[in-house]
């Protein structure tokens, strides 16, 4: 069956970076596009970043020139490189397959507070 599953969350400080990865199985991962979500506290779940098969990628206005999405198709994983990170990106950060968003991971807590 279809598996993500994300790793690198935690407690960060305001202007420093975390690493988020979500390795892939059961799908033909080099022919998928894949997106990054999050979920803060009482809010709607929001479009982070993604990256089609191809390479090419998009951002939310909130997190361009900070954020970098991007993959490696040898090892079945799409990376979410979050710097000079602030207390508004609190949440929970899922990955999920894209444009349908038929498959999600089980989310990582990022938590970025002093």
């Known amino acids: 069956q279809v598996q993500l599953v994300e790793r690198g969350g935690g407690l960060v400080q305001p202007g420093g970076s975390l690493r988020l990865s979500c390795a892939a199985s059961?799908?033909?991962?080099?022919?998928?596009?894949m997106g990054w979500y999050r979920q803060a506290p009482g809010k709607q779940r929001e479009l982070v970043a993604d990256?089609?098969?191809?390479?090419?990628?998009d951002y939310a206005g909130s997190v361009k020139g900070r954020f970098t999405i991007s993959r490696d198709n040898a090892k079945n994983t799409v990376y979410l490189q979050m710097n000079s990170l602030k207390s508004e990106d609190t949440a929970v950060y899922y990955c999920?397959?894209?444009?349908?968003?038929?498959?999600w991971g089980q989310g990582t807590q990022v938590t970025v507070s002093s």
């Open positions: 999920a397959t894209r444009p349908s968003n038929t498959y």
């Open positions: 990256i089609t098969a191809a390479g090419s990628t």
């Open positions: 059961g799908i033909i991962f080099s022919i998928t596009a």
